[in-house]
């Protein structure tokens, strides 16, 4: 069974930063590739990031409205991964989880980032 624990979240200001983590206890973690997910009130699930495993060598993708301002990173010894988010923006306020692309995939129950004034 395979845990995903979400850290870091809460209340900043528009143009502030937060720095998210995700704890994973799967073994293997670094073969796998991870990601962040948002859910917005009254909107659907959007990707925020993914960055693959060893075999892929690293790479990191990111969602449109997130691009140049959030930077997805992993710690394979320490079995961690991470969202650093600059600049943020009240259109940032959602729910975060993180995901790991393992089999049907597992998820974190998710994390609260608010930006408002």
């Known amino acids: 069974q395979v845990q995903l624990v979400e850290s870091g979240g809460g209340l900043v200001q528009p143009g502030g930063s937060l720095r998210l983590s995700c704890a994973a206890s799967s073994q293997s973690f670094s073969v796998y590739t991870m990601g962040w997910y948002r859910r917005a009130p009254g909107k659907q699930r959007e990707l925020v990031a993914t960055i693959t495993g060893d075999i892929g060598g690293g790479y990191a993708d990111y969602g449109d409205s997130v691009k140049g301002r959030f930077t997805i990173s992993r710690d394979n010894d320490k079995r961690m991964l991470y969202l650093q988010m600059t600049s943020l923006k009240p259109d940032d306020t959602a729910v975060y989880y993180c995901?790991?692309?393992?089999?049907?995939?597992?998820w974190g129950q998710g994390i609260q980032v608010t930006v408002s004034s």
């Open positions: 995901y790991q692309r393992r089999g049907a995939g597992y």
